[in-house]
């Protein structure tokens, strides 16, 4: 309905824009016609049955006999759909980000942990409460491995500072 012509642009010059199609000027336009940019889109050209337009900064062509106010509500749409899109993307990108780090620790490797550190509290030596704890939080980039891994208690992890581990 509405399409946008990506190497089409509307070059300035003294007086007058040129529109410049495929590297060829095609239309000219007085400046004081222009004056209603951005807040409007103005037909630049009637060639045939297509008509094309200019809006912030941008070309689009029509052959369906748009109105100005069409071709805005238009060009409004389409922004709210990529913005839309991006947000999905952006939300989809984070989420496939948080899986792994919340995964839970392997089993194998909390039992290597709680061997090692003989099932007590690395900083006080209490059993009581015992939590594993990241050396590298999850959120800073650490692992669920024994070496970014260690036992404290919970007093102690609280006094770690932060809540990331
Ligand atoms: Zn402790």
């Known amino acids: 309905m509405l399409r946008e012509i990506k190497s089409a642009r509307v070059e300035r010059r003294l007086l007058r ?28 050209l009637h060639d045939e049955d297509r008509t094309y337009w200019a809006f912030e900064h941008r070309v689009y062509w029509e052959d369906t006999g748009l109105s100005s ?54 900083e006080c030596g209490s059993s009581f409460d015992i939590q594993y704890d990241h050396v590298i939080p999850l959120a800073l980039g650490g692992a669920n491995t024994a070496e970014n891994l260690q036992i404290l208690c919970a007093p102690c992890n609280q006094s770690k500072g932060g809540t990331l581990g």
């Open 17 to 44: 824009y040129v529109l410049v199609l495929a590297g060829e000027p095609r239309a000219t336009v007085a400046r004081r016609d222009l004056r209603a940019q951005p807040a409007h889109p103005v037909a630049l």
């Open 69 to 122: 106010a069409d071709v805005l509500a238009l060009v409004r749409e389409r922004q709210r759909r990529v913005q839309r899109t991006l947000e999905r993307a952006h939300a989809a990108l984070a989420a496939a980000d948080e899986r792994p780090r919340r995964r839970a620790i392997p089993r194998d490797v909390r039992l290597a942990v709680f061997e090692r550190d003989g099932g007590r509290c690395v």
